[in-house]
């Protein structure tokens, strides 16, 4: 049986142990019934892994280990406005399983759910779990709720895009490879015309991910899709 895989925060790191937070030592203990002396692979969430083994409300940590890469290529930051219900949720676990670096919640002028910074505990749990369950060695990072002009207007990234559904748009292929991409999603009734102008005059380029028009919450993992699908040909030619 392949040991489970756990991430951790460096700061619970002294020497060779890990101090298990209270969540952490119930999911160890009482979901995957763990007893004393069962191995555990531990990632610290920035591309590092240890073997360790259950000792109490610690891990101790036996050496490091070789990890395979699993991250992209393409460091993406994927800024959108949030969608209505429960798929703003499913949306970040997607996007966390298909590799996305960071995610940035966004207000746009057309935006029906305007969230605050209650729920960003809730939103970095969502992501941890869903990093731990696809085995990531870099765990995204997931900001706070930003204005849409203000994020346009200090976004520093080489290439930046904003995916607009309507008209002969250049597709997102036509912008790679890159080693750093922002991708600027809008919400269910899209971007007003002046927030494209906006972004364009910031140095975002538009870009289209096909002919067919897409949910608020579809759209970032189809351009996560075509990343990871990238990130896999260059690997097979290498």
Avoid at 25 to 30: M, T, V
Avoid at 114 to 137: C, G, M, Y
């Amino acid at each position: 049986m392949r040991a489970p895989r756990l991430l951790i925060e460096p700061d619970q790191i002294e020497g060779k142990c890990a101090q298990l937070t209270a969540a952490q030592a119930r999911y160890l203990r009482q979901v995957l019934r763990l007893r004393n002396g069962a191995k555990v692979t531990v990632a610290n969430g920035q591309g590092q892994l240890w073997q360790a083994v259950l000792a109490g409300e610690f891990l101790q940590l036996a050496g490091p280990i070789a990890a395979e890469q699993t991250e992209l290529a393409t460091i993406a930051t994927i800024a959108c406005a949030v969608p209505k219900g429960d798929r703003w949720d499913w949306l970040l676990q997607k996007a966390t399983e298909l590799g996305v670096g960071r995610i940035v919640p966004l207000i746009a002028a057309r935006s029906v759910v305007r969230p605050d910074a209650a729920r960003h505990r809730r939103w970095q749990a969502i992501v941890r779990e869903a990093a731990e369950q696809s085995e990531r060695l870099i765990l995204p990072v997931i900001e706070l709720p930003a204005d849409f002009a203000a994020f346009v207007a200090t976004c520093q990234d080489e290439v930046r895009l904003v995916c607009t559904a309507r008209g002969g748009r250049p597709s997102l292929l036509r912008f790679l490879p890159t080693p750093r991409i922002t991708l600027v999603f809008g919400p269910e009734g899209g971007f007003e015309e002046a927030e494209v102008a906006r972004a364009r005059t910031a140095g975002f380029a538009e870009c289209g991910l096909g002919k067919r028009i897409l949910r608020a919450e579809t759209a970032p993992l189809v351009a996560l899709s075509w990343l990871a699908a990238w990130d896999e040909g260059l690997t097979e030619d290498a």
